[in-house]
């Protein structure tokens, strides 16, 4: 149980186009989803926390407007990085919380590397 | 704000042997849960082991257990019979009771055989 899906697993786009990245809990219910970023041999950053129904919450320092997150649905959750540039490049991770599992750990997705040419 | 320090950037074990990563955090809260995370090189995040701070008793998974140290605000992990597998980034994290994991710096492990 508690499996999350990401898609895609990898994706080259150009500068100054947009692409979105799929989060999905399979076997569960999120109310709240989780984005990181990670650099390589780093630690994950959190981006923001995804709430069903309701605004993201972004940590300090990420721009709203490029990175888009919308969580339409207790299963899925999407990022939407707009206008890329290649300093945007990078490891995106998804995860998210099973709501009925009191021990607050969270189940990750595979990840999506992002190439912007 | 809550912080969690890996200390060790680098291990090493020869196989089949036994090794210890260190991880200290800093928290005012007395309710919160430590978790362990292994990262191999697919870069899928795959939990290790969780201990809940209210709980005494040290958490164990097969070949893993933590020492976890309240007082000390620490929470190491033994890996006991080092598999080639268990080669990865290994992360510390820190939840509070709410919805936010705090993660440690990491450290790489290496499994020499």
């Known amino acids: 149980g508690a499996v999350v899906s990401q898609h895609p697993s990898w994706v080259i786009c150009k500068s100054g186009t947009s692409v979105k990245i799929e989060c999905r809990s399979l076997?569960?219910?999120?109310?709240?989803m989780f984005w990181y970023r990670q650099f390589p041999k780093q630690s994950l950053m959190l981006m923001a926390t995804s709430n069903e129904g309701s605004k993201a919450t972004y940590e300090q320092g990420v721009e709203k407007d490029k990175f888009l997150i919308n969580h339409a649905s207790l299963t899925l959750s999407t990022l939407t990085v707009t206008s890329a540039h290649p300093e945007d490049s990078s490891f995106y991770i998804c995860s998210a919380r099973d709501p009925d599992r009191v021990s607050y750990e969270q189940y990750f997705g595979p990840g999506t590397r992002l190439t912007v040419t | 704000a809550q912080t969690v320090t890996q200390s060790q950037p680098e291990m090493s074990v020869q196989e089949a042997e036994t090794v210890t990563l260190s991880c200290t955090y800093d928290?005012?809260?007395?309710?919160?849960?430590l978790f362990w995370y292994k990262q191999p090189p697919s870069r899928q995040m795959i939990l290790v082991i969780r201990q809940e701070a209210y709980k005494q008793q040290n958490a164990t998974e097969n070949r893993f257990s933590v020492n976890f140290q309240k007082a000390a605000k620490s929470f190491s992990l033994k890996i006991s019979d080092s598999q080639l597998g268990d080669a990865a980034m290994y992360f510390c994290?820190?939840?509070?009771?709410?919805?936010?994991?705090?993660f440690g710096g990491g450290t790489r492990l290496m499994v020499k055989p």
């Open positions: 928290t005012s809260e007395s309710d919160y849960y």
């Open positions: 994290a820190y939840n509070n009771a709410g919805n936010m994991l705090t």
């Open positions: 076997d569960f219910q999120a109310t709240t």
